[in-house]
């Protein structure tokens, strides 16, 4: 199967942009129409390729422009909008014999009604590919991809081949839903660490411990992860980390409060048993909830821990 010529991206946010530019940089041979809901966005993310980026008017023109389409949006009302729009989504067009790879984080039911809708309309493939590593990996193209495919699929190695240039780590799940499980997995273990994280880093520093003394011991120990490796939340001790710069981007922190709800909300529906879902549903939906942190990095949620509104 040879790789497609022509691909569409919809979806330019804090991690479709630099997806969306290591794909344009690392596969030379292929144009790219491309469709935000921000202009702004779309016009500036042209102009620095020109020749090989065109800028579509929907989600409609971006289909039926491209042979692959690569999609990623915040939640499963926008996945909707982009497919299932009578008028402007990609079902409006003829998408006979073409691919629609999905790297929103959502609810599987909406991945699977979508991923039905396509399939009905005659396409190719729908695979959901939700990706790990946050918006410094994804501009140095080192994510991780969740494929919901068998690894023996036929479709596989191309996918994986194109992935590949926008992440170092392409796994397939399994079957259709399972790279989101995944991914709602995974978000859910990150998102309980970075509060468990802020918890100790507070108990350690309030007993006079110096913050990157005490997460660098926390990295030698059995306390280690990636949280406080690279973005620990305690502002100074990454210093090249969004914790580290007012906690401007990064992960929103809305947005991880809607990973960690769905997470707990599929594990009520497969009978899981969770000690601590409840407890971080809450903590991101308050912090979230306040202006003095919506919108930052989800590990503003050490700030949120630390105001004197929630002592």
Known sequence: MLPPQRLGWIGLGAMGWPMAKQLLANYSSATLTVYDIEQSLLEKFASEEPERVKIASNAKQTALESDWVFTIVPEGKHVRQVYLDEESGILAADIIGKTFIDCSTIDLETSSEVGAAVISAKAACFVDAPVSGGTAGAAKGTITFMVGIAPEDPYFPVIQTILSTMGRTVNAMGGKGLGLAAKLS???LSGC???ALSEAMSI??????????LSDTFDKGTGANWVNKVM???PGV???AATS??????FKVELMEKDVRLATQAAHQ??????????VVSTYSQTAADPAF?????RVVYQWLNHPSTE
């Open 232 to 234: 620990n939340p305690v």
């Open 294 to 298: 919506r919108g930052k990095d989800s």
């Open 238 to 240: 990454c210093p090249d």
């Open 186 to 188: 995974n978000n859910y």
């Open 193 to 195: 660490i970075a509060i």
């Open 245 to 250: 710069k007012g906690y401007i981007g990064g």
């Open 270 to 279: 497969v009978g899981v048993k969770l000690a601590l879902g409840d407890a």
């Open 204 to 213: 350690g520093m309030k007993l006079g411990i110096e913050p990157k003394l």
